[in-house]
């Protein structure tokens, strides 16, 4: 009976042991790095609102359609990893969800650095997207021009800026007294302050360059926040503790630094979402005329 009782022991922890094993070498186990590789396709979320970061090339359809600088680098990082790229679009506010609960590995969405994400995620080295965010600004409408000058004017007025954003971080530290307006999507937002809406919406300066580019009706208001240095250049946001994948991320970055693409890239962005704009307006005269 002893006997019995010792083989069933015995087997018990055979048993154990394989089933830890089993669990072992379960995908979720896996780092993210490994996982990319393994499935070669890298998944990286992003929010298509934010010329000339990411936009929507609107003559292209499916994985093509995603345009912008952003995109050049996510496909410059997935040839370094030797795999395929495969662009999730989401809100912006959806793609810090999608990397903190792993369900993406990284989103390159023209992050600045704050604090706060620096705390919950694993953050990249520095990516220089030429002067789209070193000014952070206020659209509002040509018509107000006189009426919004200085920060004073925008009391108890309506502000926009985007959920999650650096640009909603700014505005409730440096326009205490306006009333922070959330929106989803930047190109709402846009239409929020035409429809009058809004009194104004919070930008990076080049993303206002290329709205006020295709909207002719709105304009930068000639009061701007104050940036500190940390925000003027973006980073990528990736899973916290997948720091293998931070590693590959940050060696890709500084491959790119090195062959001087940052510039080339966003120069090339610029040109694409004013051309796309260009095309808009077309679309647009033409209706008009007919
Ligand atoms: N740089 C700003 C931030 O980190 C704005 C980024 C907005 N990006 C976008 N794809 N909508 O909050």
């Given at each position: 009976m002893k006997k019995m009782k010792k083989l069933v022991c015995m087997l018990l922890a055979v048993l154990t042991v394989f089933a830890l094993c089993a669990c072992g070498s379960?995908?979720?186990?896996?780092?993210a790095l490994q996982e990319i590789k393994d499935s070669g396709v890298l998944t990286v979320a992003l929010s298509p609102d934010f010329s000339p970061m990411e936009f929507v090339d609107s003559s292209k359809s499916g994985q093509e359609q995603y345009v912008g600088f952003d995109v050049m680098l996510a496909q410059f990082i997935a040839d370094e990893l030797g795999v395929k790229l495969e662009i999730q679009a989401m809100s912006f506010d959806a793609c810090q969800t999608a990397v903190s609960t792993a369900s993406v590995p990284m989103s390159i969405s023209g992050f600045s650095w704050t604090e706060e994400r620096a705390e919950n995620f694993e953050l990249s080295d520095y990516y220089y997207?030429?002067?789209?965010?070193?000014e952070q600004v206020l659209l509002i409408r040509k018509d107000d021009a006189d009426k919004y000058k200085s920060a004073e004017d925008f009391d108890g007025v309506d502000v926009g800026a985007q959920n999650a954003s650096l640009q909603m971080m700014m505005v409730t530290e440096q326009l205490p007294n306006a009333k922070p307006y959330t929106i989803g999507d930047i190109g709402v937002g846009v239409l929020e302050l035409q429809s009058g809406n809004i009194e104004a919406l919070a930008v990076a300066a080049g993303n206002a360059e290329m709205i006020v580019d295709s909207n002719p009706d709105l304009m930068v208001c000639e009061w701007e926040f104050d940036v500190k240095t940390e925000y003027e250049a973006n980073v990528v946001l990736i899973t916290k503790g997948e720091t293998e994948l931070l590693e590959a991320v940050n060696a890709a970055l500084q491959k790119a630094y090195d062959a001087g693409y940052y510039g080339e890239w966003y120069e090339e962005a610029v040109e694409l979402a004013k051309s796309e704009t260009a095309m808009d307006l077309t679309i647009e005269d033409d209706a008009s005329n007919g």
């Open positions: 379960s995908s979720s186990d896996k780092s997207a030429g002067e789209n965010e070193t």
